[in-house]
Every structure is written in structure tokens, then in C-alpha cells.
């Protein structure tokens, strides 16, 4: 019985101790670029603690998840190319992005020129893994025809794995000159 009443007293000065005090979560600026605060609006919590645990959760989870689609696309170096393909019998570089990407519920158009329509357009060097690079390559219609995703961020050693007729998909460098001369713009989709 004496065991029964101090744990209902532990129970209960736990739940009593709670702070009551409670604030009002407005959204704030982003801290670092490409990395969205978590959605609160405007609702009241109860803690300091929990609006910590909430923006540490959301940004430790898209790290995470942009990590976990750089990993999925690296299972598929060596994978033969295959025009309009998408799973490791054969892939294009939009099948390649577009699988990784959806294994990870994110849907992306299905083509590197619609691709390129999509998340932020950002500076080459604020380009982090994750991150998709454009190309034109020889083409006639002068469009966006190629897109990689990015795997290595160091300044000035961008490296990107894509598909490509010769290769099937590889890792390459935006050094190499033909990459480099081909480069259109970079985009954050996460």
C-alpha cells in the first residue's frame, strides 16, 4: 500500500511540475540556406525544450533524408544506361534522380528539363549533396538535356552522379571540362 502512494506521488509531482507557462511559436528566418524552419502555426507549446526539440528534429530529419537519397543513388554506380529507364536493369539520368528521390516519397517530374523547373535555384557555390545539376549538352533544342546530384560539396570539388551513354551511371566531377562548359545552373529540391 506504501509502495501504491509514493508512486502515485511520484506520478503525480511529475505531471504537476510541468511548466504551465506557455508561448506563442511564431516561424523565424532559416538559419542556414536551404533549410526550412518546421511549420508551427502560430499554436501554443508548452516549452522551450519542446520548440528545440521540434527545429532539431526537423532539420537532424531533412539532413537525414537528403543523405539517405545520396546513398540510394550511389547503389546504382555501374548500372548500365538505358534510355527512359529508372531501375538498376538500366537508367537515364532523370530516371536515376527521379528514383531516388521517389524511393524517398518525393516526386519529381519525370525529365531533366522539367526537373529544372522545380525547388531553388541556387549558386554554384552554395551547393550542398542533394543538390541537382543542369546541363545542355550538344543538343538541338538548346535545352536542358542532363541532370546529376550532387554527392561531394567541397569548395571547388563538386561532384555529381548521373547517367551517361558511355558510363552508365558514374560519378563525375564539374571540373572535368566537359562538364563544366556544359553547366547551367544548380537547384535545391530538400
Known sequence: ???AII???V???GISCKTSNHIIVKKRQAIKTGIEQPEFDEKLISSDFEI???YTNSVESEDAKVMSIVD???QFNGVKYKFGGATADGMDCSGLVFESFRAFNILLPRSSRD???K???ISLSNTQEGDLLFFKTSNRRNDINHVGLVVNSEPGKIEFIHATLSAGVTVSK???NYWNSAFVEARRIL
Open 7 to 9: 508512486l502515485l506521488l
Open 1 to 3: 500500500m506504501k509502495k
Open 174 to 176: 564539374l571540373s572535368e
Open 119 to 121: 525547388g531553388e535555384k
Open 72 to 74: 540510394y543513388a550511389k
Open 52 to 54: 528545440n526539440t521540434a
Open 11 to 13: 506520478v503525480f509531482s
Open 115 to 117: 526537373m529544372a523547373r
